[in-house]
């Protein structure tokens, strides 16, 4: 008994000894944690100059991402601490990250922080006595003439000031950054196109050959690339808070007339404020669409009976698209564009080898060209085309040099982003071609297109999406409407379509 009393003690005593060692190491663990700093960094946004919208940002607030920088001050009695001096903080992997360590303790006790973005190693102008420490920063910040991108958040210059706070068992240090620039966004008007035809939606075409030029008080204006806001469709050029611009621009807008106007933007827009200039009202234009209408390059449309224009991109030969189409893109259901000129150079193969099975295309629900049913589905059998790899069917290469080939030319012809891709067309979208190659001709000739066949190309033959028979697609020619191209050994010629 003895004994089990003196083991039953030695357990005691050593369950208090492990109890006493865990509440010192929780004593020593809340230290360490609290002698740590905790940092998190907002954006306070950018505020209407209009009383009345000051509840309203514009829509911009900075998304910090991997790899920003922001410098850090501590200032305690009018000096600057020494380990918190122009402290370089690293947004990594979602949390902001000092290049050297910053304890809290006792001297720090007091102590204002204060935060800039963006960081500068050489910063030379803060004022350790100032109310303001960033003033000469602001007074003398650089904007510069491009804003695309990237490169408009690296001079939206922020600044922000806060004391550390013990939450629980971290010091915590909640910076609020506030922009010190001024921002000018300018709205230009769209061109709505109303289509008289049945079943059209309406179509906007937004304005080209955009350019704007600026200048402060009595400095001369220089061009400037602002910062483009794709939700918003507006333009942002960041200014100096409480300054005099005189801003210019130029554009075309989506009925093709060349637009100029002048925007004296006025003192009364604050640092983090900003003033919407709206230029113009949109345009409303009733339109007809008929085949032999033009395409431009910009989604604007001109009548086939109108001037030729510039930009022209293509020729409308149907009017109203395809059930797949308005699938891919609900609101491309107005018509179909053909190319100006084929794919240049000599005729070009589809692939390098063959299919033997008869029945191989059927599995990805492609149509013989005499199948009943068939009709024009350019768009849908390129997708089925494009999608199948090489070697997918018995091991062999069928389609290469067609995805290669049309690969190429959409990377080499950027669309409208109100359109399909370019896609080739079937069978039956040639044959509707051809029946209009007298008008599409015509139109082709003003533009310095490519007729479709004439004389001097009467031996052209274009590729078509559709299948022939297992190894072969229709090569489409007037006088021979279904020839057979052999995917392995014919050669042919690539035109391209697309859908709005």
Not at 161 to 176: H, I, S, V, W
Not at 314 to 321: A, D, I, L, M, P
Not at 409 to 435: G, M, V
């Amino acid at each position: 008994m003895k004994q089990n009393r003196l083991i039953q003690n030695i357990i005691l005593l050593i369950g208090c000894l492990l109890l006493n060692s865990c509440y010192q190491n929780e004593e020593y663990m809340q230290t360490v944690q609290q002698n740590h700093l905790l940092i998190d960094i907002k954006d306070s946004g950018i505020y209407s100059n209009e009383p009345i919208s000051r509840a309203n940002t514009v829509g911009y607030t900075t998304t910090f991402s991997e790899g920003d920088k922001i410098g850090l001050y501590a200032v305690k009695n009018g000096e600057i601490l020494p380990d918190v001096n122009n402290v370089c903080l690293s947004y990594t992997e979602g949390k902001w990250v000092a290049n050297s360590s910053i304890s809290y303790s006792e001297d720090k006790v007091g102590a204002i922080y204060y935060a800039y973005y963006p960081y500068d190693q050489a910063l030379s102008t803060f004022n350790k006595t100032s109310t303001d420490p960033f003033e000469a920063l602001v007074s003398s910040w650089e904007i510069g003439n491009d804003l695309t991108g990237d490169i408009y958040t690296g001079k939206d210059l922020m600044t922000g000031f806060a004391n550390a706070k013990l939450e629980g068992r971290n010091y915590t240090l909640d910076l609020t950054l506030g922009h010190r620039m001024s921002l000018a966004v300018i709205k230009l008007p769209t061109t709505t196109y109303n289509f008289t035809n049945a079943g059209m939606s309406s179509y906007n075409v937004s304005p080209q050959n955009i350019s704007f030029t600026i200048g402060k008080d009595s400095e001369s204006e220089a061009p400037i690339l602002p910062y483009y806001d794709i939700t918003s469709d507006t333009y942002r050029i960041l200014i100096h808070p409480n300054t005099a611009y005189t801003l210019k621009g130029k554009f075309t807008n989506g009925a093709n007339a060349n637009k100029s106007y002048t925007i004296n933007i006025g003192t009364d827009i604050d640092k983090a404020q900003y003033a919407q200039y709206i230029v113009d009202q949109p345009e409303i234009i009733n339109y007809t669409l008929n085949i032999g209408d033009y395409y431009c390059a910009d989604g604007s449309l001109v009548s086939k009976d109108g001037p030729a224009p510039s930009n022209c991109i293509g020729v409308v030969y149907q009017v109203g698209t395809t059930d797949a189409i308005k699938n891919d893109y609900p609101s491309c259901n107005h018509g179909l564009v053909y190319a100006l000129k084929r794919v240049e150079g000599d005729p070009i193969k589809w692939s390098t080898s063959k299919p033997s099975s008869t029945n191989w295309y059927e599995k990805y629900g492609m149509l013989l060209y005499n199948a009943t049913g068939v009709d024009i589905q350019g768009y849908e059998e390129t997708k089925t085309w494009m999608d199948i790899e090489t070697g997918e069917v018995e091991g062999v290469d069928i389609n290469s040099i067609m995805k290669s080939t049309l690969n190429d030319y959409r990377q080499n012809f950027i669309l409208p982003s109100t359109t399909t891709d370019w896609y080739l067309p079937s069978y039956k979208e040639l044959d509707a071609l051809n029946n209009n190659a007298t008008i599409l001709n015509t139109q082709f000739s003003k533009v310095n297109g490519e007729a479709l066949w004439t004389s001097a190309t009467k031996d052209i033959s274009y590729w078509s999406t559709t299948i022939r028979r297992q190894d072969a697609v229709v090569q489409y020619h007037p006088d021979n409407k279904t020839k057979a191209g052999y995917i392995r050994d014919s050669s042919g010629y690539y035109r391209y379509s697309f859908g709005f």
